[in-house]
C-alpha cells in the first residue's frame, strides 16, 4: 500500500526530498525524528494528517523556512548546503505560500507586491515587470494589477500571493491550506488554475484537511502525524481505514460511492471512483435514463 | 534553536539599562524625573477613553503595535543586528504625551517578558526612550517639516520622517549615555570623560542603527500614507 | 510564545499570590542594590538561584537563553569602567581601579537581574496585571494594559508570520531588502493592529461590551504570614551582611 | 421543496425571525432588499451561500451586530424595539460567535475571558463564577480555565469564545463558520458539542461551505446568493441540483452515495442517505460479509 519514499518508484526524478529530517520548536517534544519524503517532478503531492500533526512543519522545513536540526534537503537531485546563500536558493525554487493571504501582501498594489520577490533577486527594471505581467496572467488576475490589496475580495488576494510566488520562478510550490476559507466555487476554480501551472511544469505540495479533494486532486499523498505514517498514491493511501484513522482523518466519500456503483453494476469493476458527486449522480442518471 | 525568524529573534543586545546596573539613588532619582511625563501621558489616555470608550481598543492596538515594534530586528554593521527603539514612528503617530504612556507599558513588558531593561531601571530608560526620545522626533518633524516644504510633498515627509526617527533614536542613546556617566563618572576626568566613554563605546552599533532606523521609518511612513 | 512568558504559566509557584513573590524577590533585589556588593550580592545570588531552580523549577536552559541580554549590556557597560579618559596617563588609559568597580557593577546588577528575571519566570502576567488596581493604578489603565498583553500576542503572531512569508520571497536577502522588508511588515502590522482594534470592538460589543472591560478575578489567598515568610530570605541576607561586616571584614 | 419561511411548518415556534430585512454596506449594492427568515426553536439552521453572497451579513444582522435599514427582527416571538436597551437585549439572547476567535478575546485568562459577559449583565461574583464554570463544562474545557488565551491551540481558542457566548444564557447561539480551519476530527468533537447543547435547548444558526456537513447536521438550510434563493428541510434543499447550481455550490455526495446503494439494494428506499462515508462503508460491508 505504502512505497518507500526513497526508491522504488524512481520513474519520475524527485523535485525535492527530505532526509532523515528532525526538528522540534523549543522547549517542547519533536515533532520528526527521522523523516524521509521525497516529491516527484510535475506531481501533486497531498499532505494530510490532524491538526498539531506536523504538516506545516513539514512545508516549512521543504522550504527552507524552517531549518531542520539534522537531516538534509535536496532539491533537483542537489543536496542544499549550509548557509545564507544555500538557503536562499532553497527558498527561491521551493516557494511556500501560507493559509492567511493577509499574512503575505504588505505593498499598496497588487503589482507591487508581486513585484517583491523578483526585486529581491536584483532583476532590473524590465525584467521584474514582465515576471510580474508573466505571473499575473498565469493566475487570470491580469485585471487586478493596480488595485490596492485591502481592497480585493479573500480569493483574489489568495490569488495575488500564488503570483508573488510564482513570480519568484520556483520548480516547487509548497501551499499550506490553499482552499481554506474559499467557497465551493473558489475552490474549484484555484485547483484548476493550479493545475494549469502543474501542466507548466510546477510541482505542487499542498497541505489540506480535504480528504476529499486529496482524493481526487492528488497524486501521492504524505499521511503525518508527528511522523510519517504512510506515502504513496492517493487512491491506495486514502481508502485505507486502518491509515485514516491513524492520521484521525475520516474517509473520502468517493471510495464508498464507487464501490456502491460497482455492487449496483454501473460502474465497471476496474474503472476509478467517481470524483464528484456530480460525476456519481451522472453515472446513476445514465442508468435510470437508459 | 534553528527556526529562521530574521527580524523577530528576541534577545539581541539593546540599549535598555539593565536591572541594578545604577546605584538605587540614581534609578529613584531618574523615576521622580519621569514621573511627571508619566502621569501627564496617563492622564491623557484616561481621559480620552473616558470621553470616548471605543478608544480602549485603539489604544491597545497601539501599545501591542509598540511592542512588537520595538521587538523587530534592523540590521546594524558588521552583520549584527538590533532593535529599533519606535520613539520616531511613535511619536509622530501618537504624539508625544501618549508614547509617554504606551512608551512606559512597553518598556515594561520588555522587562517582564524580554529581560529587556529593569524595573527599577524602568524611570531612567522612561526618561531616554519614552519622553526625550519622542520630544525631540517629534520637534524635529515639525521643524524639518516647515523647513522642508518647499521641497514638495514627499521629500518634505521623507525628510522630516527620517529625521524624527534618526534624531529620536540618537537622542535616546546620548540620554542613556548621560544616565550611565552621571552614575559613573571618571575618576580623573568626571562626568565629561565617562560621558565621552559611554557615549563612543555605544556610538560603534548606535549610529549606523539610527540611519537605519530612519530608513526603516520613511518606509513604513511612505506605505501609510499611500493606503 | 515568548518564552518567559510560557514559562511562567507553567511554573509550580504559579499559585503562589503575586505579592509573596513580589516581597520575596523584590526584597532580594532591595538588598542587592541597597548593600554592600560584597558580600551581599553574592549572598542574593545564590538565594534567589537555589530558590528559582530549586522549589520554584525554572528551566536553566530559558533563563540562561533570557539572562544574556542584560548580561551583555552589563559586560559591555562595565567595560567603560575600565578605562579613565582624558587623565593625565593620555587620551584614552587603563584605571587601576577600573577593575574593581566594574567588578562591583557587574555583580551587583547579574545578581539583581537574576531576582528580576525569576520573578518573571514565576509570575504570568494574565495572573499579575488585573491586581494592579490593588496598587492604586485606575482601571481604565489597568484594562489598557491587560488589553495590550492580550493584544502583542495576537500582533507578535502576525509578525511572525509576514516575516516568515517575506523571507521566503528572500526579502532578508540583503540591507537594502531588509529595510525595504522591516519597513513594509512595520506599515502591515500598523494596518492589522487598527483592523484587528475595530473588529474586536464588533465582536465584543455582541458580549455586551460598553466601554469597561470588566472580568471576575479570581481570589488568591494572602496570608499575612505568607508575606512575612516571603520576606524572610532578604532579611536574613541583610543580617548576614551586616554579621560579615560587624565581624571585621574589610570594608 | 422550499417552505413559506414564514407560515407552513407552524409547529416549533420561531426562535428568531426576520421580516423584510434590508441592508447594504455604505457605498455598494445592496446585499439585502426584502428579506424573511424563520429559525425554529431548538433547531440546528445551516446557512449557505457563496463569498460574498451575505451569510456573514445575515448572521450579523439577527445578532443585532448590523442593524438592518428596514424590516424587523423579532426574538421568541416578541419584535425587537429601537433604542438601546432594546438592541443589548437582543445581543444578549442572540449570541454571535465571530469565524476568528481572536476578534473576540480579549483577556490572556480563559475564565476571565469566559467571565465578560456574565460581568456584563451585572451578575454578583457567585452567580458569575458559576456562570462561567458552566460554560466552560458544557464546552469541556474546564481544564483550560486557567490557561492563557495566547498559548491555546486555534480549535481551543474557538470553544472558549463559544463557552463566553454561552456563559450569556442565550436562546440562539450564531456562529459564522465554527468548524473552519479545524481539522476532521476536531470538526466532529465540536459538531458533538453543539448537539449537547442543542439538546439542552439551544437553538444554533451555523454558517459553512460543507454541504456535506450541513447535510447531515442541519434540520433547515438557508440558502443565500444576495438574497433567499431557498429555505427548507436540509435533505430537500441540499438535494437539488438547480438551488445548489444558484447558490453556486457543489452538491453533497451522501445522495448520490444513498441513491447508488438504493440502486444496489443495500439501503431501504425509504430509509435517508447514509450520513457518513463511514455509514456507507458499512452498509457495503453487512453486503460483503453476508
Chains 1, 4 share one sequence.
Not at chain 1, 163 to 182: C, H, I, K, Q
Request: proline share 7%; with cysteine; aromatic share 6%.
Amino acid at each position: 500500500m505504502t512505497t518507500d519514499p526513497g526508491g522504488a518508484t524512481a520513474a519520475p526524478p524527485a523535485a525535492l526530498s527530505g532526509h532523515g529530517l528532525a526538528f522540534r520548536y523549543p522547549d517542547t517534544a519533536p515533532v520528526f525524528t527521522a523523516l524521509d519524503v521525497r516529491i516527484a517532478q510535475g506531481s501533486v503531492v497531498g499532505v494530510l494528517g490532524p491538526n498539531g500533526g506536523g504538516k506545516t512543519t513539514l512545508l516549512r522545513l521543504l522550504s527552507g523556512s524552517l531549518t531542520p536540526e539534522t537531516g538534509e534537503i535536496h532539491v533537483d537531485g542537489e543536496r542544499v548546503r549550509r548557509g545564507r546563500r544555500a538557503l536562499n536558493e532553497l527558498r527561491r525554487r521551493v516557494q511556500l505560500v501560507f493559509q492567511d493571504p493577509d499574512d503575505q501582501l504588505f505593498s499598496a498594489s497588487v503589482s507591487q507586491d508581486v513585484s517583491f520577490g523578483p526585486m529581491n533577486l536584483g532583476l532590473a527594471a524590465d525584467a521584474a515587470r514582465e515576471r510580474v505581467a508573466w505571473a499575473l496572467e498565469a493566475l487570470e488576475i491580469t485585471d487586478l494589477a493596480d488595485q490596492p490589496t485591502h481592497l480585493l475580495s479573500y480569493g483574489q488576494r489568495k490569488r495575488v500571493v500564488l503570483a508573488g510566488a510564482l513570480a519568484m520562478r520556483p520548480s516547487v510550490l509548497v501551499l499550506d491550506e490553499p482552499t481554506a476559507g474559499l467557497d465551493p466555487e473558489g475552490v474549484e476554480s484555484l485547483v484548476q488554475t493550479l493545475e494549469g501551472l502543474r501542466a507548466a511544469g510546477t510541482t505542487l505540495v499542498v497541505s489540506t484537511h480535504d480528504v476529499d479533494l486529496a482524493y481526487r486532486w492528488a497524486d501521492t499523498v504524505l499521511l503525518l502525524n508527528r511522523g510519517l505514517l504512510a506515502s504513496g498514491p492517493a487512491r491506495d493511501v486514502l481508502a485505507d481505514p486502518a491509515l485514516l484513522a491513524a492520521a484521525r482523518l475520516r474517509p473520502a466519500w468517493a471510495p464508498a460511492a464507487g464501490r456502491a456503483l460497482r455492487a449496483a453494476d454501473l460502474l465497471d469493476p476496474r474503472a476509478p471512483d467517481p470524483a464528484t458527486p456530480e460525476e456519481a449522480a451522472r453515472l446513476l442518471d445514465l442508468d435510470s435514463g437508459g | 534553536m534553528t527556526t529562521v525568524h530574521e527580524v523577530l529573534e528576541v534577545g539581541s543586545p539593546d540599549m535598555h539599562i539593565a536591572e541594578g546596573f545604577l546605584p538605587w539613588q540614581h534609578a529613584a532619582a531618574w523615576t521622580a524625573v519621569a514621573a511627571p511625563f508619566v502621569a501627564h501621558g496617563v492622564r491623557s489616555l484616561t481621559r480620552a477613553v473616558r470621553a470616548d470608550p471605543d478608544a480602549k481598543l485603539l489604544i491597545g492596538a497601539a501599545g501591542a503595535f509598540s511592542f512588537v515594534l520595538s521587538a523587530l530586528k534592523i540590521p546594524s554593521v558588521t552583520g549584527s543586528c538590533s532593535h529599533p527603539t519606535g520613539t520616531g514612528l511613535g511619536a509622530v503617530l501618537f504624539r508625544p504625551p501618549v508614547m509617554a504612556a504606551l512608551g512606559t507599558i512597553t518598556l515594561l513588558f520588555q522587562a517582564l517578558l524580554l529581560a529587556h531593561g529593569g524595573l527599577t531601571t524602568l524611570g531612567a530608560n522612561v526618561f531616554s526612550m519614552a519622553v526625550v526620545g519622542p520630544w525631540v522626533a517629534y520637534t524635529a518633524f515639525k521643524l524639518v517639516r516647515s523647513a522642508t516644504a518647499r521641497f514638495g510633498a514627499q521629500t518634505s515627509l521623507d525628510m522630516a520622517v527620517f529625521s524624527a526617527a534618526a534624531l529620536g533614536s540618537m537622542a535616546t542613546y546620548t540620554v542613556t549615555s548621560v544616565q550611565l556617566a552621571l552614575a559613573f563618572p571618571d575618576p580623573q576626568s568626571g562626568f565629561l570623560g565617562s560621558f565621552t566613554a559611554f557615549a563612543g563605546l555605544f556610538s560603534i552599533t548606535q549610529i549606523p542603527l539610527a540611519v537605519v532606523e530612519g530608513l526603516v521609518t520613511v518606509v513604513i511612513m511612505r506605505l501609510l500614507t499611500t493606503v | 510564545m515568548l518564552a518567559i512568558d510560557a514559562a511562567a504559566y507553567t511554573s509550580p509557584w504559579r499559585r503562589v499570590h503575586p505579592a509573596a513573590k513580589g516581597v520575596f524577590f523584590g526584597g532580594l533585589l532591595v538588598c542587592a542594590l541597597a548593600l554592600p556588593t560584597w558580600p551581599a550580592a553574592p549572598m542574593v545570588a545564590v538565594v534567589a538561584l537555589a530558590a528559582g531552580f530549586g522549589p520554584a523549577r525554572v528551566p536553566p536552559r530559558a533563563f540562561a537563553r533570557a539572562a544574556w541580554v542584560p548580561l551583555l549590556f552589563i559586560l559591555t557597560g562595565s567595560l567603560a569602567l575600565l578605562v579613565t579618559v582624558g587623565g593625565p596617563q593620555g587620551a584614552v588609559a587603563l584605571d587601576p581601579a577600573g577593575a574593581a568597580r566594574a567588578a562591583e557593577v557587574t555583580g551587583r546588577a547579574a545578581a539583581a537581574v537574576c531576582c528580576q528575571l525569576l520573578f518573571a519566570f514565576t509570575t504570568p502576567l494574565a495572573d499579575l496585571l488585573p491586581r494592579l488596581t490593588r496598587i492604586g493604578l485606575p482601571s481604565a489603565l489597568v484594562e489598557v494594559i491587560a488589553l495590550i498583553y492580550r493584544m502583542l500576542f495576537v500582533t507578535l503572531d502576525s509578525a511572525r508570520r509576514i516575516q516568515t512569508a517575506q523571507a521566503g520571497r528572500l526579502g532578508y536577502a540583503g540591507r537594502r531588502a531588509w529595510i525595504r522588508s522591516v519597513g513594509s511588515l512595520g506599515a502591515a502590522l500598523f494596518v492589522r493592529s487598527f483592523d484587528r482594534a475595530q473588529r474586536m470592538q464588533r465582536g465584543l460589543e455582541c458580549r455586551g461590551y460598553t466601554g469597561e472591560l470588566t472580568v471576575l478575578v479570581e481570589e488568591l489567598p494572602l496570608r499575612p504570614s505568607a508575606l512575612a515568610a516571603a520576606a524572610l530570605p532578604a532579611v536574613l541576607v541583610a543580617a548576614a551582611t551586616a554579621s560579615y561586616f560587624s565581624l571585621g571584614a574589610p570594608l
